[in-house]
């Protein structure tokens, strides 16, 4: 069964609006984190925003911010004034359980910010 | 540089071959993860290793194969290569102790076998 979904495969932005990208995500470990990675086209994973399940408050990093709705099991990643260094694709992910733990990715979401 | 070294960048090899992929994790990490990214079936994880030992599988070939060394880098083998197995393969590492922060990435390795 898929774990995270991602029902955005792409979408286009224009330049200093704010952005939400889904992800709803499927566990039943009541213990789990959830990742937000970038991925330029240059390759690249660069690892952006971390909630933890037992987290009371929505992470926040810079212009990121995770909104984070346990009941409905949603982890939409929040950019706010984007920017054209933001087109890329991004994941949401999710790990159970331990910290060492494998994590596990969905197809993403390739968003362009339009000039 | 995300301190997680992978080599080679690129590689071009033919189908029936076998390649090694070879991952040093950043200074401190203990666990290496590999994943395959192909553009079908996105980012698969492959392997886990922690200090030298084997601590989980997931969709990997029975024709790939990984280890960890005692200094801990990390090789993925990828024999009797096929048209499929071009994707893009990255390493990452974790800090089991530190801050929550997820894996580092390494810049991945562009496998295309022709």
């Known amino acids: 069964a898929q774990k995270i979904t991602q029902t955005q495969p792409g979408m286009f932005v224009q330049e200093k609006e704010a952005v939400t990208l889904d992800c709803t995500y499927d566990t039943s470990d009541p213990s789990y984190g959830l990742f937000w990675y970038k991925q330029p086209s240059s390759g690249e994973m660069i690892f952006l925003i971390y909630?933890?399940?037992?987290?009371?408050q929505n992470a926040t990093e810079g212009r990121y911010s995770l909104n984070f709705q346990k009941a409905r099991k949603s982890a939409n990643l929040v950019i706010s004034a984007s920017q054209l260094g933001d087109s890329a694709m991004y994941f949401c992910a999710m790990r159970e359980g331990n910290r060492d733990d494998k994590i596990i990715f969905g197809k993403g979401t390739r968003l362009h910010i339009l000039p | 540089d995300s301190g997680v070294t992978q080599t080679p960048k690129h590689l071009i090899t033919a189908t029936g071959q076998r390649v090694t992929l070879r991952c040093s994790p950043r200074?401190?990490?203990?666990?290496v993860y590999w994943y395959q990214q192909s553009l079908d079936q996105g980012l698969q994880f492959l392997i886990h290793y922690y200090n030298g030992e084997e601590r989980a599988k997931g969709n990997i070939l029975e024709r790939f194969s990984a280890q960890q060394f005692p200094d801990l880098h990390s090789e993925l083998n990828l024999s009797s290569l096929e048209l499929g197995d071009s994707a893009l393969y990255f390493c990452a590492s974790s800090d089991e102790t530190g801050k929550e922060d997820g894996y580092t990435f390494g810049s991945g390795t562009r496998l295309t076998v022709v």
């Open positions: 909630q933890g399940s037992y987290d009371q």
């Open positions: 200074s401190g990490d203990l666990s």
